[in-house]
């Protein structure tokens, strides 16, 4: 399974980007769940902070710090989660990436449960 995260750019302070995150790999398989997708953010030589997550089911959480400016959202069908992010300030420049848990069963039917990650897109707001 891989992830793939897009829509990173450059945005002047008070605009807006989404985010999409993409499964692809496994997920022809009927078994395929991808379950709990989270949103994480880091810039050089910080810690990785957990943005925004969406449960299979619609359930979110959201960081204070992007509470009522992010929203994050998912397509069950097409095994994908956004994340539209709305008035940007300079302090949400970062490295964005894109995590999921998910299960499945292989063709000899042995179970996977395992965690992926996206590769980062980057996100730079001016002032």
């Known amino acids: 399974v891989q992830l793939q995260a897009s829509g990173g750019g450059l945005v002047q302070a008070g605009g807006s980007l989404r985010l999409s995150c993409a499964a692809s790999?496994?997920?022809?398989?009927?078994?395929?769940?991808?379950?709990?997708i989270e949103w994480y953010r880091q810039v050089l030589g910080k810690q990785r902070e957990l943005v925004a997550s969406?449960?299979?089911?619609?359930?979110?959480k959201y960081a204070d710090s992007v509470k009522g400016r992010f929203t994050i959202s998912r397509d069950n069908a097409k095994n994908t989660a956004y994340l539209q992010m709305n008035s940007l300030k300079p302090e949400d420049t970062a490295d964005y990436y894109c995590?999921?848990?998910?299960?499945?069963?292989?063709?000899?039917?042995?179970?996977?449960?395992?965690?992926?990650w996206g590769q980062g897109t980057q996100v730079t707001v001016s002032s």
């Open positions: 790999g496994s997920t022809f398989r009927s078994t395929f769940r991808l379950n709990t």
């Open positions: 969406v449960t299979r089911g619609g359930i979110t």
């Open positions: 995590a999921a848990d998910a299960n499945y069963y292989l063709d000899d039917g042995s179970p996977v449960a395992q965690r992926y």
